[in-house]
């Protein structure tokens, strides 16, 4: 599983790092870090963490299955 965060888009509102903490904390008040690729003893946790986030900042591609050619490369949005 890969996850990745549109900081952009984050506004702070800490429901991921409040439902996945193993996966998602903030740094301070503003600031989220994350983990790119949590393993899939946190999938449940992290799929209801991107669920939960009011702005809809947090994107899960699930990898298993694929082969490499089938991967779709995701990238976080510069600012």
């Known amino acids: 599983m890969r ?3 549109d900081l ?3 506004e702070g509102y800490a429901q991921c790092a409040f439902l996945a903490p ?3 904390r903030m740094h ?3 600031a989220l870090m994350y ?3 949590p393993d899939d003893a946190q999938r449940e946790r992290v799929l209801r963490a991107a669920a939960a986030c009011p702005v809809q900042a947090i994107l899960v591609d ?3 299955g694929r ?3 089938q ?5 976080a949005a510069s600012s």
């Open 67 to 69: 082969t490499a050619e």
């Open 62 to 64: 699930r990898l298993e």
């Open 35 to 37: 983990d790119p690729e």
């Open 8 to 10: 952009s888009r984050c």
């Open 22 to 24: 193993d996966a998602f």
């Open 71 to 75: 991967d779709v490369p995701v990238t």
């Open 3 to 5: 996850v990745v965060v």
């Open 28 to 30: 301070g008040e503003e």
